[in-house]
């Protein structure tokens, strides 16, 4: 029997129900969130945050009964809402304090303004103590802000009020510096505030140049004063308090320093005695010695740029007061003196970095100096440039006569002086590596040939300056860079293939250049010079033993025989196309030579430097058909004498046979003959007699080379003039003869006569089609032309595969024929 309680019992029973219920889901959704929180990745506590709170452990032991407050998705940016409303409430109290003390000053008694300025400031200044007590450092920062502000604002009310009198740069000097230590204390105080230390040291940078301004001082004044602060920011930088306030020293310190030095120098290079550079060397000395004091105890990349600013410094103070009483161009050799003598550093003990600063500033010295003497050489170099306008005008009167005005030289006295000096110091570091390996350079080992070439280089430009700052006789100066290339080509022997060697290639190929350009002012001299520096690179190309060296001084051997041997022409009194065949001498020796060397790359070199002495006598026959064709055929000669060699006949059998064909074609359009074939069938049939003998003896041979020669001899020659004939006669006959050719080329499958003939047969075709095509065209629509070029396109498009296979299979075709 069912026991049913009454309503009252009842209800009180779903009551109980209901709280049990309610206390089980509560249990639920606290595990649920603390599980998400196990789950979720760990978050950085946002700075100056406090840490969470321990939360009672949950019933049932199954974790915490409350969930700690985990930072929220917008966490970041709530910090980021708080810093800006504390940016804009600072700005905007800010603003209402300046326009406060600037415009509504004069509606107060001086005892109201007073009281108000100083309850403000008082205020201001005391509030950040108390916030950063209850944590609140935004909002302290953002006070202390407001206060530094409210202290300046002080400042200028005073002297708008109280001191009206006083002079505002004096005023503003000691504001600076009384700001300067209130900040500091302040700072120091409330060692948690981040920004009074920072500004304090940005209102430090004012106190000295202020006064020095106020005072009317003069301009070396104004720079012990910037020194001052510098020096002031380097003890900053390296024990102030706080990253902030090490980085705005420092920044202050290289702005107020590099002014100084700036400052010094200024004065030292327009200082006409040493009692007038003396001030500027003390101040710039100064400068060293801050920036060399702060290099000791900087970090290592700051250290290196420190040393290097007190070397420099150093070498424009000793060297501003040293070079007075100089010329200005003699100043260089001064200061490169003094950048030399900071090499000593290398045997005093210091810091390894301040070391290398040190070395750096005297490299960068160096550098400026070779830089400043580089103009002298490049003048030297290029300046005989100008006598290709005026070749073989007469031996000028001296050296510079031949290098044209293009370089003032008596302001360039003191050029060959500095390369010498920069030679001289390059061949120090390379004799003494050994003892500079331990030292602070600790140079990489490649370092000292770039020395010995650095020093070679230098010294050689010395040599070529020196006889222009003198200006020498033109004799002479030739001669002396004919001795500097023969002193270079004995280095290049001796050195091989090596850094040096090819160093001293480069510059002796650079010098035969200048003095071959130089020679080409009066006619003995070119004979003289060009004939020299084929003996010298023939000699030194024949005793090197490097085969990369030998192929450059055979070649530039070579370049040197053209010359004299084109100049022989023009003293004759020869054109230039009765000159061409002459030229052809040097390619022919070069021919002879090629076959009896054995170093493979040293024959290439020496031929292909003939090949170009075979085109310039073309290019000086090219005016004239006759010697035109006489120079092609000579040329096919000489190709075909080349070809006889194995390893040379795939490339000059070629070149033979197409200058041969083509002096043919030069000799008949001389001649003005409008029959060609009386003469280019005959040596067609004698050609083709050989190259059948030739596939006989060797069924390899290429149908190019036996049968090429022989029909462009006729067919091209015939089709020029076919080409122009308006006569049905010749075209027939060649169409015909280009026919049997191409049967015959596809019947035994030979390449030469299957491509000569089938494209002399379509030329001939489209000739013969050409006015019919026009007559068609002009009798077509206009739309016609456009809609049939239309059809063939969508036509080749349908198709464009299967022509692609067509023309692929007829490629193979044509590489399987010989």
């Known amino acids: 029997m069912e026991h049913v309680p009454p309503p009252a019992e009842e209800l009180a029973l779903l009551d109980q129900e209901l709280v049990r219920l309610d206390a089980r889901r509560l249990q639920l959704l606290n595990r649920r969130a603390w599980l998400m929180e196990v789950l979720r990745p760990p978050v950085a506590p946002p700075p100056f945050a406090a840490p969470p709170a321990r939360l009672p452990a949950a019933p049932f032991g199954w974790g915490p009964q409350a969930v700690p407050a985990a930072p929220a998705a917008g966490a970041s940016g709530a910090s980021g809402v708080q810093n800006v409303l504390l940016v804009l409430g600072g700005l905007l109290l800010t603003i209402a304090a300046i326009a406060f003390t600037l415009f509504s000053w004069g509606e107060m008694g001086i005892a109201g303004r007073s009281a108000v300025l100083a309850t403000v400031t008082v205020a201001a200044l005391a509030a950040p103590a108390l916030l950063l007590r209850r944590k609140l450092s935004a909002t302290a920062e953002a006070l202390a802000a407001l206060a530094m502000v409210l202290t300046v604002l002080d400042a200028y009310a005073l002297h708008a009020v109280a001191l009206p009198d006083t002079d505002g740069l004096g005023f503003a000097a000691v504001s600076s510096a009384v700001l300067t230590a209130l900040w500091t204390a302040y700072g120091l105080a409330l060692g948690r505030l981040r920004l009074p230390l920072p500004a304090a040291v940005v209102a430090g940078q004012l106190p000295l140049v202020l006064g020095a301004w106020a005072a009317g001082a003069q301009a070396a004044v104004f720079g012990w004063a910037l020194l001052v602060t510098a020096a002031a920011d380097v003890a900053v930088t390296l024990w102030g308090r706080g990253l902030a306030v090490r980085i705005t020293a420092g920044v202050g310190a290289a702005s107020t320093g590099l002014i100084a030095m700036l400052i010094g120098l200024g004065q030292s ?34 250290a290196v740029a420190a040393g290097a600013v007190a070397g420099l410094a150093a070498v424009a103070a000793v060297g501003g007061v040293l070079r007075t009483g100089l010329p200005w161009n003699w100043s260089v050799v001064v200061y490169l003196l003094c950048g030399a003598a900071l090499t000593a550093v290398v045997r005093v003990r210091v810091p390894q970095p301040v070391g290398r600063g040190v070395l750096v500033a005297s490299a960068a010295v160096t550098a400026g100096a070779v830089l400043w003497a580089l103009p002298a050489v490049a003048a030297v170099l290029l300046g005989p440039v100008s006598v290709l306008t005026d070749v073989w005008a007469g031996t000028p009167g001296s050296f510079r006569g031949a290098l044209g005005p293009s370089m003032p030289w008596p302001e360039s006295a003191a050029s060959p002086v500095v390369l010498v000096l920069v030679a001289g110091l390059s061949a120090a570091l390379y004799a003494g590596w050994d003892r500079v390996r331990g030292t602070l350079l600790s140079p990489r080992p490649g370092w000292r040939v770039v020395a010995a070439a650095g020093a070679m280089v230098l010294g050689w430009g010395a ?94 051997s070579v370049l040197c025989a053209i010359v004299p041997v084109s100049a022989a022409g023009a003293s004759l009194g020869w054109s230039a196309p009765h000159t061409a065949p002459l030229v052809l001498v040097v390619p022919a020796v070069t021919v002879l030579l090629g076959a009896r060397l054995r170093v493979a790359a040293v024959a290439l070199t020496l031929e292909l430097t003939g090949a170009f002495g075979a085109l310039v006598a073309v290019g000086l026959a090219v005016t004239d058909a006759p010697f035109l064709a006489l120079v092609l055929a000579l040329c096919g000669v000489l190709a ?121 047969l379509a030329l001939v075709g489209l000739h013969e089609l050409a006015p019919h095509v026009v007559q068609v065209f002009d009798a077509l629509p206009r739309w016609a032309p456009p809609a049939l070029a239309g059809l063939l396109l969508l036509a080749l498009g349908a198709t464009y595969e299967q022509r692609l296979r067509d023309a692929r299979r007829v490629r193979e075709s044509l590489g399987r024929m010989r």
């Open 269 to 302: 290079v327009s200082a006409d005695g040493p009692l007038a550079a003396a001030g500027p060397g003390a101040l710039l000395l100064g400068g060293a010695a801050v920036a060399l004091f702060g290099a000791w105890r900087a970090p290592k990349e700051w």
């Open 463 to 556: 040599a070529l300056t020196l006889p222009a700052v003198v200006d020498v006789p033109y004799a002479v100066a030739v001669g002396v860079e004919l001795v500097l290339v023969a002193g270079l080509l004995a280095v290049a022997v001796r050195q091989g293939a090596g850094a040096l060697g090819l160093t001293a290639l480069v510059c002796a190929l650079v010098g035969a250049a200048s003095a071959g350009l130089l020679a080409l002012a009066a006619e003995p001299a070119t004979y003289a010079v060009f004939v020299c520096l084929l003996v010298l690179f023939a000699g030194a190309a024949a005793r090197s033993g490097s085969a990369a060296v030998q192929s450059v001084l055979a070649g530039a």
């Open 640 to 760: 075909a004498g080349t070809a006889v060699r194995p390893d040379r006949r795939p490339v000059a059998g070629y070149l033979a046979a197409a200058l041969f064909v083509m002096a043919a074609w030069v000799r008949l359009v001389a001649s003005e003959v409008s029959d060609p074939e009386a003469y280019t069938l005959p040596v067609s049939v004698i050609a083709f007699v050989v190259g059948y003998l030739r596939r006989r003896t060797d069924p390899a041979a290429s149908s190019w080379v036996a049968y090429g020669p022989a029909l462009s001899m006729t067919m091209v020659p015939s089709l020029v003039v076919a080409w122009v004939d308006p006569h049905w006669l010749r075209p027939l006959l060649l169409g015909v003869a280009a026919l049997v050719v191409t049967l015959a080329g596809a019947r035994f499958r030979l390449q030469a006569p299957l491509v000569l003939g089938g494209s002399v």
